[in-house]
Nanobody
Framework: QVQLVESGGGLVQPGESLRLSCAAS???????????MGWYRQAPGNQRELVARVTSGGSTNYADSVKGRFIISRDNAKNTVYLQMNSLKPEDTAVYYCNAERFFLTGDSRNYWGQGTQVTVSS
């Protein structure tokens, strides 16, 4: 069973930066590399939305609202995915969740979520 643990959230002022980390356990680094990893966020009253995603092959995609400010990366040797968040805005305030997903040729898939870490951007 894959377990994801996020860290790095906190309270910052607008314009500042944070780096979130998501460490995966219960899985070898070779299997971790087969997972697509993503960061999602959910603000009060809103649906959970995709922030950024990095595939097993290293391709990335971002929500329009964070393009040019956030960078997702992964270190397969450490079973960890990161989200570097720069120029933070109050509207970035949310609980940020890590996601791991793997697809099989059979059509089956595996999907895991972390518990989330709070990011608050406020002056």
């Amino acid at each position: 069973q894959v377990q994801l643990v996020e860290s790095g959230g906190g309270l910052v002022q607008p314009g500042e930066s944070l780096r979130l980390s998501c460490a995966a356990s219960g899985i070898s680094f070779s299997l971790f590399s087969l997972y697509d990893m993503g960061w999602y966020r959910q603000a009060p009253g809103n649906q959970r939305e995709l922030v950024a995603r990095v595939t097993s092959g290293g391709s990335t995609n971002y929500a329009d609202s964070v393009k040019g400010r956030f960078i997702i990366s992964r270190d397969n040797a450490k079973n960890t995915v990161y989200l570097q968040m720069n120029s933070l805005k109050p509207e970035d305030t949310a609980v940020y969740y890590c996601n791991a997903e793997r697809f099989f040729l059979t059509g089956d898939s595996r999907n895991y979520w972390g518990q989330g870490t709070q990011v608050t951007v406020s002056s």
